[in-house]
């Protein structure tokens, strides 16, 4: 049984029906049966364990860096998978992202979410510190969700090819003033830029279009900047 | 002979440089050879003949249409190609976008900037008009940049894949309250949602971070909406 | 006694105590005996029986529209009473307020609230629909905080002195629309501008600067305009 | 003669109108003679000699301190004496504004705007640094707009009557950081809060409703405080 704050529906009700098709829960109410979206598995199928990153930011994150198919990608701190997950869907079947995440739990919960996506195979997971170096090479992107990037972005910057973006998220204002002193500091950063996204949503009533009334005001800044060699 | 207001440089001192390099420019001024990303390209290299959709937006809408490898999408009003170079750069060669346009001149403009992407084979221009329908089936995600699509939702809709997203950019509130009450009418269309996004940029100085004085304030809201059976 | 999630403290214990002293409360939690201001009595004192203009707003009219000391101040639509007492404080008590307000219930709060300021001396509060006509004339700024403005703006503008500016407050964009299109009709109101103020607060940590993670995402439009003889 | 860009207008020709009068320019377009408005005077009659604080900044940052007739208010940096000129306003004759300025020639500029607007009479303003102190004492509220506030909260808050509110106004998100953690290691200022205002301007066009295409990202941030005795 299935069942919402609209009324109730049994399973059997609902398997094999037609995407799209409408049923009727036991309160009279028709709702339709719709195939699942990525965002729809984001924000209502994925078990959540730490902040995420929200689509806001995750669309624009992907477009910035370039994602593709057959892309071969770097992820530091994959949290609760929500980025891992944009990634793994754009990259396909002949792409890879590798995920790097120091705590074993958040990193579980990420693995179940992918594996409801079907994309975990796109996935090689490993509980690891960044800071202690990173095995790939020849990476086409990179991405840091964690609170310290400025101490391994030049280990990041390493793995990537030659002149390939890094995407940093970060909170607070502090950590971007940190994170550009070290970049300029290392020299091998260039085309650095910041960015925030915000993101209005609005009442979709014809007879009363306007905003709502509340929105979320900031989730993190975007740092992105290409590796070059600076020899 | 390459040449900015930097300085000059001959194409035999960028030929045949690995990306990431840095070259001397005639002024002494050192510059890097980098690997366009698909945001080069748009921002930089794409001839422009209308308004476009910025990246703030093709990332959002990519993402909240889901596209993905193999997906097969449909785009009326293609313009200058902006959203249509995202769509194909993501479907990947399994994927395919039929694009309609009804103006020749932007086609070929379009034509010529996927070309310069390498990606115009995953796209069918054809050049007409959606009122009087669309020859696809089964389709995956539409997208809408046209400024009358109350007129054609219908139409495409019944080229979607049941439960599958249609979504529409309109610059101005009249149009979207125009097509909310179409959307409703019809009774086909479901989980309607209206957003807008903003992109702050910010001085990428460490001494001084601050967002940057000016930013493009508006370009266009976007309608999201699922296509439904309503019988 | 007075109590809150902090602690307690008598009545005794804060009386007669000069602004700004500490005080101790039974927590032992030290807290300090502030004189209130203007946005401490309208965000903290002051009884709402009515959506509210927030301070974001509140000052943006108030200088859109030059009120100063002395100002004679009409204004449709008291509610609560936000707006009149920012505009009975700053017009002093040689200026004053003439506030129409058609459910007695709100005016009642709205005087009590004014009461509480001290200020109500300057605010003549009035039971009655504007569209019946105003009786006042020679006012220097008229304000409009009610759901129908079109129907009014005419008999508003008449009690103004000759290009002084109207300010109409108003939630969504079908009700702009409609009132632009009256005030375009009617051809003895120009210079219309239409605003939307947005308020970001911070986490005032030095060591997490960051905005606060949600906002007030929309109160209302403001439009502008100034009346003029149109013989 | 008047020139502009629609057409010309001799000074007879305006001279003795009645506000709100229409007149026929050398081209037939019909015009009206305004009575400004402080925001005129702002925007268009005042000189400008530095970087000004906008009237989305200055109606809240009035408001926020609660400026009203007879405040004495001090403010340090009135460069090209925007916000002096609103305090001005608002206070009245029985008020007062003491405003600090290092710049001889800021000072000069903003004395003539001030003058324009017939109000320089309630303002003293004075070539020195806050640095070395201020003479004043029971000062309402404080407003500063200078680079280094952290060097002179400690005198500018002696200056003000216990729990008054002080408010300055910073371009970036250093300075911001490094006044908050200069006020919480003085411990003599509390209520802390850190503000940014946004303004969206619309198209008034009720056939093409939307925000205007560019805007003002930022400004300033604004910091909140009030002085209690910290002893």
Redesign the interface.
């Known amino acids: 049984m299935f069942s919402s704050d609209k009324g109730c529906i049994s399973h059997d009700g609902i398997r094999g029906k037609?995407?799209?098709?409408?049923v009727m829960l036991s309160t009279g109410v028709r709702v339709?049966?719709?195939?699942p979206?990525?965002?729809d598995y984001l924000m209502h199928a994925f078990k959540r364990v730490t902040q995420v990153i929200y689509?806001?930011d995750?669309?624009?994150?992907?477009?910035?860096?370039?994602v593709?198919?057959?892309y071969k990608v770097l992820e530091a701190g994959i949290g609760t998978g929500f980025l891992t997950a944009?990634l793994a869907?754009?990259v396909?079947?002949e792409g890879h992202i590798y995920g790097y995440e120091v705590r074993e739990d958040f990193a579980r919960v990420a693995k179940e979410n992918l594996r409801r996506l079907g994309i975990l195979h796109r996935v090689t997971i490993k509980i690891a510190d960044v800071r202690y170096g990173v095995s790939e090479e020849g990476i086409d992107a990179a991405f840091l969700d964690i609170p310290n990037p400025w101490e391994v972005v030049d280990v990041i910057g390493k793995s990537l090819?030659?002149?390939?973006?890094i995407l940093v998220f970060l909170?607070?204002?502090?950590q971007?003033?940190?994170l550009?002193?070290k970049l300029?500091e290392l020299g091998s950063f260039?085309?650095?830029?910041?960015?925030?996204?915000?993101?209005?949503?609005?009442?979709?009533?014809?007879?009363?279009?306007?905003?709502?009334?509340?929105?979320?005001?900031?989730?993190g800044?975007i740092?992105f900047s290409?590796?070059?060699?600076?020899?």
């Not at 909170?171 to 502090?174: E, I, R």
């Open positions: 037609e995407w799209g098709t409408p339709y049966v719709l195939k979206l990525l965002i689509p806001k995750l669309g624009y994150m992907a477009l910035l860096a370039g593709r198919p057959g944009v869907t754009i396909g079947d090819k030659p002149s390939s973006p909170p607070t204002a502090n971007v003033i940190k550009l002193s300029k260039i085309d650095i830029r910041v960015f925030e996204t915000l993101l209005r949503e609005y009442q979709p009533d014809e007879k009363a279009f306007r905003p709502l009334s509340t929105m979320i005001a900031h989730t800044y740092v290409r590796y070059v060699k600076n020899t």
